[in-house]
Nanobody, 125 residues
Framework: QVQLVESGGGLVQPGGSLRLSCAAS????????IGWFRQAPGKEREGVSC????????YYADSVKGRFTISRDNAKNTVYLQMNSLKPEDTAVYYC??????????????????WGQGTQVTVSS
């Protein structure tokens, strides 16, 4: 069964850190660009970060630059999103998506091949 599964979300205080994981099954992540997206209540889904399959190039939304880091471990078929210095405005459901062509970047409305089910991140004191 082909699927992406996110994990690592939770409740954290402002200034804290979380590491999200996006694990693939049924296909090899090596050949896919991976994007992280988030959606807060009442807001549209937005791109957070992505990593290419070819050379590992990374891209970040301005709102998370310098705080979030995306990485991939092809041996574990997993992509990570390390989130530091979290703010209340980072609260959202976080999703990962996979794109074989590598053209999705931070576009949530692009036709990504696969989406995960999401993991909740809540930043609150």
């Amino acid at each position: 069964q082909v699927q992406l599964v996110e994990s690592g979300g939770g409740l954290v205080q402002p200034g804290g850190s979380l590491r999200l994981s996006c694990a693939a099954s049924g296909f090899t992540l090596d050949y896919y660009a991976i994007g992280w997206f988030r959606q807060a209540p009442g807001k549209e889904r937005e791109g957070v970060s992505c990593i290419s399959s070819s050379d590992g190039s990374t891209y970040y939304a301005d709102s998370v630059k310098g705080r979030f880091t995306i990485s991939r471990d092809n041996a574990k078929n997993t992509v990570y999103l390390q989130m530091n210095s979290l703010k209340p405005e980072d609260t959202a459901v976080y999703y990962c998506a996979a794109d074989r062509l590598g053209l999705g970047f931070l576009r949530p409305n692009y036709e990504w091949d696969y989406w995960g089910q999401g993991t909740q991140v809540t930043v609150s004191s």
